[in-house]
């Protein structure tokens, strides 16, 4: 991110009257309820695991942070091909990818539920989050194209609000489930909430081309009519256009949202049965605040744009944030689990109030390749995610948690800086 002060991004949407408004007409709440439901199944599947990870590791026989390369497996491709699905869909139709990725999460859940050992379940938790990569992306840029510009960003906040809700709720249940009839049963109960989302895709209809495909781009117009181009190399092309558009400030803020943010919440269920003492029924309770709180934000976020401007809801979130890690270091200090509750609480408000703004932004950098614009704020998000509990565990061994939430505060802290300063 040390590049992007030096050059403004300017974002018109950030303030004024185009800031978000509510107001979905009743198949544009079906399509957001539909697609939201199956964004919680793909967060469900995977952040049960972190409060799960100690009786996964004690099945297994490894050390609960060997056993917390799950959460590596599965995010980081499904942050990686984010933007390769969100390419896909822009081309094949994104509800037909959608009914074949989330059959293959369906698929894969199942899989995992029957892995023998550490590594072949690493192997299907990748396999899983390869199918899994394109759902939240594509599902953005669906609902772009059904209720349009004027309310996209309240739609995207709702509809992330909803996907990150199983995210904390997930915790709460996945501890119970794997308390009372283990972490395989648990697999296999949200493998079968994936197979009904499959289910509730064919409820909705497609909507072909987005309309703001008819303004294409006059690069990506013009690479169209090359002949025999190469697909990947245009992929690629693309990719690095828009990355590092004058809207570049977007992304690599979503790189630091998802290695802070999520990568804290990975962390968390170990922390709270490592430091304080908790069962994994209980540290799921406990996280569960996340999904209630990132339900709130989202229904929260459109009337927040409106007021603050959409500049003014990512320093919103990004204060949420700071309380968080500064609450694990006052729970880390007393050894209670008390604080944590405040800190899952504002961890959810804060991440669900910065990246879907982020995603809204995002779509502006290229509105004729929508689905690949949210792709690639999916992959900075969900791929530095998946670094993150990579990273946070190494500073763990060395040095304890306390070290790595005063290192989580500090570096929200100069993201909070940072993003003031080039999304004015």
């Excluded at 992306?137 to 609902?143: C, E, I, K, L």
Aim: charged share 10%; glycine share 14%; proline share 5%.
């Amino acid at each position: 991110m040390s590049g992007t002060p030096g050059r403004q991004t300017t974002h018109p949407k950030l303030n004024g009257p185009d800031a978000p408004v509510a107001g979905l007409a009743l198949r544009q709440e079906h399509v957001v309820v539909v697609l939201g439901f199956c964004g919680l199944v793909s967060a469900a599947d995977n952040w049960f695991v972190s409060p799960a990870l100690p009786a996964i590791a004690n099945t297994l026989a490894v050390a609960p942070t060997a056993a917390a390369i799950i959460l590596t497996a599965y995010l980081v491709p499904y942050g990686a091909l984010q933007p390769v699905c969100g390419r896909i869909g822009d081309g094949v139709g994104r509800l037909r990818l959608l009914r074949i990725i989330v059959l293959g999460l369906c698929a894969g859940t199942f899989l995992c539920a029957l892995a023998p050992n550490l590594s072949l379940l690493v192997a299907a938790r990748i396999i899983t989050g390869c199918f899994a990569a394109g759902i939240i992306s594509v599902s953005q840029a669906f609902v772009g194209d059904v209720v349009g510009p004027k309310h996209r960003a309240g739609a995207v906040g709702i509809l992330m609000g909803i996907t990150f809700t199983g995210q904390g709720l997930s915790a709460g249940l996945g501890g119970i489930l794997t308390d009372l009839v283990g972490w395989r049963a648990a697999f296999a109960a949200f493998g079968m909430l994936a197979a009904l989302a499959w289910l509730g895709l064919f409820t909705l209809r497609d909507t072909g081309r987005s309309p703001a495909r008819d303004s294409v781009h006059p690069k990506a117009q013009a690479g169209k009519h090359l002949p025999h181009i190469n697909p990947v190399s245009s992929f690629f092309r693309d990719a690095w256009r828009i990355f590092f558009s004058p809207h570049r400030a977007v992304f690599l803020l979503a790189c630091s949202t998802g290695f802070l943010f999520l990568g804290t919440y990975g962390l968390m269920g170990t922390f709270l049965s490592e430091v304080c003492g908790l069962t994994s029924t209980r540290a799921g309770l406990v996280m569960m605040l996340y999904g209630f709180f990132c339900l709130i934000g989202g229904a929260l976020a459109g009337k927040l744009g409106g007021a603050r401007g959409l500049g003014g809801v990512i320093s919103v979130g990004e204060c949420a944030g700071m309380v968080s890690a500064a609450t694990l270091v006052l729970s880390c200090a007393t050894g209670s689990w008390i604080p944590s509750l405040v800190a899952a609480a504002s961890l959810g408000l804060g991440y669900i109030l910065v990246q879907p703004t982020l995603v809204t932004l995002s779509m502006d950098a290229d509105p004729a390749q929508s689905g690949l614009c949210t792709g690639l704020i999916g992959f900075a998000v969900f791929a530095c995610g998946g670094v993150g509990p990579a990273v946070g565990t190494a500073v763990v061994s060395c040095s304890g948690y306390a070290l790595l939430w005063m290192l989580v505060l500090l570096c929200l802290g100069l993201q909070a800086l940072i993003s003031r300063r080039v999304l004015r």
